[in-house]
Nanobody, 117 residues
Framework: QVQLVESGGGLVQPGGSLRLSCAAS????????RGWYRQAPGKQRELVAT???????HYADSVKGRFTISRDNAKNTVYLQMNSLKPEDTAVYYC???????????WGQGTQVTVSS
C-alpha cells in the first residue's frame, strides 16, 4: 500500500517561509517523479512544482524564484521550500508520486498553508 503524508504547513505572515515535507512508504520512490500541487478555496487543484528521478525540476510561473522542490531518496521524502510567501499562496498543499509501471498517481492527504497578517 502506497502512502504519502505531508507535513510542515501552518500559519505564516506575508514574506515569511515554510518548508513542507512529504514522507512516502510502500514503495522505493527513488526512480519515480514527485510533485507538489495546491488547492485554494473555490479553485481547482493546480501544479506547484515537480521533480524527476534525475532531479530535473519544473515550477509554476506563480512560484518560480520563490519555491524550491528537492528530494532525499534515502528517506523517500520530497520537500518544498517556500520563501517570500504571499496571501495568494494560501491553500492545501498535496504531494504525489507518479508510478509508471501501473500508470498511477498517488496523492497525500494534504497540509494547510495559510499566509496572513
Amino acid at each position: 500500500q502506497v502512502q504519502l503524508v505531508e507535513s510542515g504547513g501552518g500559519l505564516v505572515q506575508p514574506g515569511g517561509s515554510l518548508r513542507l515535507s512529504c514522507a512516502a512508504s510502500g514503495l522505493s520512490f527513488s526512480i519515480y517523479h514527485r510533485g507538489w500541487y495546491r488547492q485554494a478555496p473555490g479553485k481547482q487543484r493546480e501544479l506547484v512544482a515537480t521533480i524527476t528521478s534525475a532531479r530535473n525540476t519544473h515550477y509554476a510561473d506563480s512560484v518560480k524564484g520563490r519555491f524550491t522542490i528537492s528530494r532525499d531518496n534515502a528517506k523517500n521524502t520530497v520537500y518544498l521550500q517556500m520563501n517570500s510567501l504571499k496571501p495568494e499562496d494560501t491553500a492545501v498543499y498535496y504531494c504525489n508520486v507518479a508510478v509508471r509501471e501501473n500508470d498511477t498517481v498517488y496523492w497525500g492527504q494534504g497540509t494547510q498553508v495559510t499566509v496572513s497578517s
